[in-house]
């Protein structure tokens, strides 16, 4: 990889002045761990004359359990998260999700805010310079054809976060700070099914923090395909939160990652409440993922393979939180 | 673990610290670069130095017809520019095969081929002025499968290669038709093997010096054979050898990327000269993609003759790689592929076609295991399939067809010593073997297997790639005043251990503390020459070389120590240490009094030890007869078990027993990690590394895509060392650390068929593959999707 290329390293001490620097430098970019930004920096993939500094922002690394929900800052380390026994008694598909990102030295550094707003990724874009300018770039950088799709218009790049399937599955919802206020959403609504932009965030808006709710009886996990067992990105991620009603499916949710250019809700599941979990209902989940999910050429690892082991992934899981639920 | 451990001998009374042949110790240089103060090349310092960077092709396939680099050399901090025009030799490993230069000259031959490069005052100003540079080029249909490039209507790479064919191969040894015709079982099946890369954890880099006012050259790289580059870059540079001085500081890895001199640092050396002064030259992991040198894509056609109680009758084998842009290795890679087919069992008759392919992809080369491994997968996966039809035991089938040493094959191998019987007795107890029924398959989706094979590798090609009528091997010792003795050598410690088993040997011969020898490697300005670290030689040659050297000095310290304690040399007890009266240990002098009297009148003493392979051990007459020849065969048999996720492709190697025939074990701990890295090794071409072309363009030029094992699916490797005690090696050692990797891809492959029932004949075995072989059942050796990714999208 080439050396970094210049920039301004700014240190704000709140997230209020980190908003504000970022609205006065248009060509800036936060950064906390830098796992996933300098990478890219570095491969030519990030415009940044000036980064915005989030590790002096003590307010951002606060993991508060507020009883009925857990509150953890977008500068909470994945190690952390991975590690909390609160984290790993209550929401193991959160802890799980953490675990599975790249390697130690990388969670060690890397953050939740960081993690969830990674960029999308893509055998095509993923290169150097010089690849890249050999290959006549893609659409998602300079170029105007999508490599993946050539006929389309939009990008393809895959979201290959793990902890936002593990958030989405787990029903959280993300602080926003943006100029003027604050603002709460389903995590959900922080994505775009858009490679190119899968972030719905302004460029004067920060994620503060995300909040979970600490549901009793409910089990979760998180499943991660992939060739290696540790440094690789999901070629498929799910994570499933599940509750159960005796014999019967309380609630399901389904969400998976490195299969379309967001983190995917599966839609559809509230139908399989109040049934058991039979080969009609694990039939229609796996219809359910295969409807949500929209694996394309963005990695080396063939498209068919994915699009069949990624409902594999999810039976497993629920299978085996039902048996846990028990 | 359970190599031998031995006692220490004891020297006046007293318990000696470990130091001789056959000690488990850390290497002698493993300390720095645990704690971090070993230097490596890119760590040196050099003030002022420039940025040197390389311009790469983008084009696959291209005429050359300008490369303009007015407007970049006009750039402020721009100190030098050079292009194809700064060179015009070409070079490359094989003499009889150079047609290399370390900037394109006419034709672009591989995306990723260096063009121009560039020294500057800094990495800003380089990268500006590459994208200053301008070429103009007509392109070519380029090639990236040895099947269209050999195609009858291919617009040809080299102009003197028809059918882009670098070498053809066509030997028979013994008479195959009538060994097929005894046999009662014969089986064809091809073979695919994914073409992959060394990944050595050291990325590439050079720091040249030029001394304009001397005309002198001085090279710091990351080489595995520094005599090499030295030779390469007078002949490049057309500057006297004397000139120059090439330097090999530490080197995390090579595994065979760094045999060859590598463009880079020629470039190096040139961009110094052009800007007459230092130049700093980094490359980047993608470039050592591109520069490459790998094993390569291999499709195999394997063909074997079994009598119906296993004993093997003829083996037929056609070979086709493709090799890349240029020669490089191409000829031995070819060449060894058919002549390693014959040493590890007793086959009476092999007919090879070996076909070395050009294609528009980043040069192959040598790899850990050069020529056999890819080879060896097809005959073990085969031997396999073949003992089951005919329901034999796989252990049973591979003790049917043993050597019995000291013999020759036939095609004219000398094989000394044969340790692989007592390796298949320890891996088949160790492993459970007979009970693996009772471990195999499972009810749920993950299935349980094992598997095994074997597998051997040359110590030190006998036959040296450069003819020079000098010995093999050279090492000198040297003492003086302070009674240090420094051992110099050529041999490229590379993390391998040569420092340390240079130390061990002569430490083994004199007696004396680890703490008085010192080793100075790798400096042609001090250093004898080495042929260098390559095909295993180092232990077995300078071993050896080593060994006469202390031998010698021993013998002028003797002769001084009995001038000093006034009796006959016979009357000296040799401590090591210290000297003494034979029947009289009172009357003992320390060593520094035996140097003081041996350096009277002469001075500084320096004694040379050599080594040469005698003329016998260089390959039988006939035709090929060469190929392969070597002074020992090291002998490995490995088991492997796995588990496979059905549901998932997913294969997981739980655990492997590896028995390795070494000869003698000069470290055992050193002997260990090599075989556990060979294991290791073949696990990443077994299970997950290929590259990636797409269109000529290598899409997992990265750690991250081009995936190499990670601690996590490293697997528990039970080493159990063989002493066979070889006549001629040091002490009776061989190589340790090729040898062992061949058998990992068959033994996984086994591994998987008895889990799941399907064997899979193309590598690597990937979940997508696994997953397709178990759930498609295609046709054996149907082409996985390795075959196709470098297709046009």
Known sequence: ?326 | MNAPDRDWRRVGGVVEAPRGVGVRMPLVDGVEKVNGTARYTADLPAQGALVGKILRSPYAHAELLEVDVRDALALPGVIGIITGEHCDVPYGVIPIAQNEFPLARGRLRYIGEPVAAVAAIDEATANAALAAIRLKVRELPAYFEAADARKSDAVLLHDNKKGNLEREVHHEFGDSAAGFAAADLIREETFECAEIHHAMMEPNAALASWDAERGHLTLWSVTQVPYYVHTSLAQCMKLDPAYIRVIKPFVGGGFGHRVETLNFEIIAALLAREARGTVRLLQTREEAFLTHRGRPQSHIRMKLGLTRDGRMTACQAEVVQRGGGYGGYGIVSILYAGALLNGLYDIPAVKYDGYRVYTNTPPCGAMRGHGTVNVRFAFESLLDTMAAELGLDAFAVRRRNLLSAPTETINGLKIMSYGLPECLDWVEQASGWRDRASRSGGDGPIKRGIGIACSHFVSGSAKPVHFTGQPHATIALRVDFDGAITILTGAADIGQGSSTVVTQVVAEVLGVEHRRLRVVAADSALTPKDNGSYSSRVTFMVGNAAADAARKLKALLVTAAAKRLQVSEAEVDWFGEAAAVVGNASRQIPFHDIVEEALVDVGMLTVKGLFTCPVEFQGGKQRGGAVGSTMGFSYAAQAVEVSVDTELGKVTVEKVWSAIDCGFAINPMAVEGQVQGAIWMGMGQAMSEETVYENGRHKAASLLEYRVPTIVESPDIEVHIVESMDPNGPFGAKEASEGPLAGVMSAIAAAIEDAVGTRIRALPFTPDRVFDAIHRQPRPGASAPAAEQGAAR
């Open chain 1, 1 to 326: 990889m080439s050396a970094l290329p210049d920039f301004r390293l700014l240190r704000p001490a709140s997230a209020r002045d980190a908003i504000l620097l970022r609205g006065a430098h248009p060509a800036s970019r936060f950064i906390a761990g830098g796992t996933d930004l300098l990478p890219n920096m570095r491969r030519g993939l990030v415009d940044a004359e000036v980064l915005i500094e989030l590790a002096g922002i003590a307010e951002l690394r606060e993991l508060q359990d507020r009883g009925d929900a857990l509150r953890i800052g977008a500068g909470v380390t994945l190690a952390t998260l991975a590690g909390d026994p609160g984290v790993r008694a209550r929401l193991p598909a959160l802890a799980q999700a953490a675990l599975a990102v790249a390697g130690p030295t990388h969670r060690h550094a890397a953050t939740l805010g960081g993690n969830l707003c990674l960029d999308t990724r893509c055998q095509y874009y993923n290169q150097s310079e010089d690849w890249r300018r050999g290959n006549s770039y893609c659409l998602k950088r300079i170029g105007d054809t999508c490599r993946v799709a050539p006929k389309s218009k939009r990008c393809y790049a895959a979201f290959s976060g793990d902890i936002a399937p593990a958030l989405l599955a787990l029903d959280a919802e993300a602080e926003i700070l943006g100029p003027s206020d604050v603002r709460r959403a389903p995590l959900a609504e922080l994505y775009r099914d858009d490679g190119m932009a899968a972030l719905a965030l302004g460029a004067d808006e920060l994620l503060l923090a995300v909040t979970v709710p600490l549901t009793s009886n409910r089990v979760s996990g998180y499943e991660k395909l992939r060739v290696r067992g540790a440094i690789d990105f999901p070629l498929a991620g799910v994570a499933v939160a599940l509750a159960r009603d005796g014999n019967a499916i309380g609630k399901l949710r389904i969400a998976c990652t490195g299969v379309s250019s967001r983190p995917e809700l599966v839609a559809g599941l509230d139908a399989l409440v109040g049934r058991p979990l039979d080969d009609d209902a694990l039939a229609a989940i796996e219809r359910g993922v295969r409807r949500a999910i929209q694996p394309m050429e963005t990695t080396t690892v063939s498209v068919p393979y994915r699009r069949r082991a990624t409902p594999v992934l999810a039976k497993r899981l629920v299978r085996r939180l039902w048996d846990e639920g028990g």
